[in-house]
């Protein structure tokens, strides 16, 4: 009789490799490509005269992140290239981590869309959205006669 060792998790593993193997790496133009995607955390905000929106992307240069606004769509994308590399006397060690991204946030209507900027301080992407401030109207009382 043979003696299997049960391992509740071969399942799993025999669909992630069916999974995988039907979505290949992502090629562009000049064909297989070893770059995935990776999807940064988002921090959105409202403040009273500007929405805010925080991204981190640690390791990201402001070089690689790309801010654009088209018909009302404010869209952060970019790609992240860290290189890790150790040399000892003994052994050799190269990390590498290669990912694109893109994310898109619908603007509101009171979105100031001329006025947004953008800045990136240690690893944190923030773009800050104006808001176009309406003249507030005044209560007027009227007297009944």
């Keep these: 009789m043979l003696v299997t060792r ?7 593993r025999a669909l992630e490799k ?8 992502i090629s562009d133009e000049n064909g297989p490509s070893n770059v995935s995607s990776f999807t940064p955390a988002v921090n959105t905000r409202e403040g009273e005269y500007a929405y805010h929106i925080e991204v981190d992307l640690p390791g990201v240069s402001k070089e690689d992140i790309h801010v654009e606004v088209k018909d009302g769509l404010l869209t952060i ?6 290189k890790n590399e150790v040399t000892e006397k003994d052994y050799y060690k190269v990390e ?5 991204f893109q994310r898109s946030f619908t603007l ?20 800050v959205i104006p808001k176009i401030q309406e003249a507030k109207s005044e209560t007027k009382k009227i007297t009944v006669n």
Excluded: C, H, Q
């Design 6 to 12: 049960f391992d509740p998790f071969r399942e799993l």
């Design 18 to 25: 069916r999974i995988l193997s039907a979505f290949p790496t």
């Design 77 to 82: 994308s970019g790609e992240r290239r860290m």
């Design 96 to 100: 590498s981590f290669y990912g694109k």
């Design 108 to 127: 509101p209507d009171n979105a100031d869309v001329e006025n947004i900027t953008a800045s990136s301080k240690d690893g944190v992407l923030e773009v």
